[in-house]
């Protein structure tokens, strides 16, 4: 069984991550993983955190000589400012915080989070609600990519849309790694977008967006019909709605599928069991169909706004504004990594529950025969 956990809060003194169950000889390298951690830092319309935010990585279990041995994986991922918080944040008894948070944020885990861990300060929530657990998450979406690399499957997130602008079709890892480079570049709608975040800037105020995943390679049959928490296209729903700030999962054109007729609907399929479109973004049935696995994904407006929402003081009881905690204008870049990973990550999982094998050759020959057996038939 493959699973990973993480731990950490967003100013301690590290985020962990421990990935279990990844089959042996599987490439994992801290150069390899500070390459994903690099892509989920960068995008437009993040803020002064993500020049702070570097991530110091240290493998500690689970890799000799760059290659997974089958045992957990331990990774850290240290925070580089954690010194300058180690008092607000001290693990030793005694502590106490400089100043009580006590103006939730509307839209962010503060007032339901004290109210459910019954506290009167938002830090303790707050620190661990934050986003910076997704890079955390990049630790197993990066052994996700490199598994489903071994078996011949590539999973790409882009942004689609940032606010109401549009890109006239997902942007290619290569034109992102240029939209990225230069905020000027005019890629597909690119520039659009890149205004709307200065316009939100300039307004104090938030943006979110769409971003879709694309995973190529994929056979017909991962996930199941047969049970409800084996379908695929469910799993591939909790994983992207378990990202910060994402609403709403597209598999393939459902939103525009369901304004029209049956006819207009589904994707014929030709002698050689291909299909003549993708509407249904490669999965019926709770299965791959072999197409290309299509997911979008809805990314409300940042919560944390520099022209703060109204909220009640939870310690007099009055009415108050709340309060403000550094943060970006639009992550929607960023998430879209988050959700690669998260993709990857769900398929990894499907993959090894379907071919099992202890090391990544096991699984590759596996994986190999069953596309054999579907060529054949
Ligand atoms: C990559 C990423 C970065 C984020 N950065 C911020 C941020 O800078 N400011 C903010 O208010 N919310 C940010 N969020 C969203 C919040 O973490 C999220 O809205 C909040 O935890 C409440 O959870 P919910 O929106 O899922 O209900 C980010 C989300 C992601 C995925």
């Not at 069984?1 to 100013?11: D, W």
């Not at 580089?80 to 009580?100: S, V, Y």
């Not at 890629?187 to 939100?200: F, P, Q, T």
């Not at 973004?281 to 197409?291: A, D, H, L, R, Y």
């Amino acid at each position: 069984m493959l699973r990973f956990l993480t731990a950490g809060e967003s100013h301690g003194v590290g985020l962990v991550t421990i990935v279990d169950g990844l089959p042996a000889g599987l490439r994992f390298t801290a150069d390899g993983l500070a390459g994903e951690l690099a892509r989920r830092r960068q995008g437009y319309g993040r803020g002064p955190r993500m020049r702070i935010e570097r991530d110091e990585i240290e493998i500690i279990a689970g890799i000799r000589f760059g290659l997974t041995t089958g045992a957990p994986v331990a990774v850290v991922i240290r925070n580089t400012e954690a010194e300058r918080w180690k008092d607000e944040l001290d693990p030793a008894p005694g502590g106490r915080p400089k100043r009580l948070l006590t103006t939730p944020r509307p839209g962010h885990a503060d007032l339901p989070g004290m109210q459910k861990y019954d506290t009167g300060d938002a830090r303790p929530i707050l620190e661990r609600a934050s986003a910076r657990e997704t890079a955390a998450r990049a630790v197993a979406g990066y052994a996700a990519e490199e598994l489903l690399a071994a078996l011949g499957v590539s999973v790409v997130g882009s942004v689609v849309q940032i606010g109401g602008e549009t890109a006239s079709r997902a942007a290619t890892v290569a034109e992102r790694e240029l939209i990225e480079a230069s905020p000027t570049r005019s890629v597909d709608g690119a520039e659009a977008m890149m205004m709307a975040i200065d316009r939100a800037k300039a307004d104090r105020d938030t943006l979110g967006g769409i971003f879709a995943v694309v995973a190529e390679g994929v056979p017909a049959g991962l996930g199941s019909h047969t049970q409800w928490d084996r379908r695929l296209d469910g799993l591939l729903g909790r994983a992207l709605l378990s990202i910060p700030a994402v609403k709403g999962v597209e598999i393939g054109d459902a939103f525009a599928t369901a304004a029209g007729p049956g006819s207009a609907a589904h994707d014929e399929i030709d002698t050689d069991r291909r299909r003549l479109s993708n509407r249904a973004g490669g999965v019926e049935g709770g299965m791959s169909n072999g197409e290309p696995i299509v997911v979008k994904a809805a990314m409300k407006p940042l919560s944390t706004l520099m022209r703060p929402l109204r909220t009640v003081d939870v310690a007099t009881g009055g009415a108050d504004v709340a309060f403000r905690e550094r943060s970006d204008v639009c992550a929607v870049p960023a998430a879209s990594v988050v959700g690669e990973h998260m993709v990857a990550w769900t398929l990894a999982v499907a993959f090894v529950e379907m071919f099992g094998g202890d090391t990544i050759t096991d699984v590759q020959e596996r994986v190999a025969a069953y596309r054999a057996r579907l060529d054949e038939r």
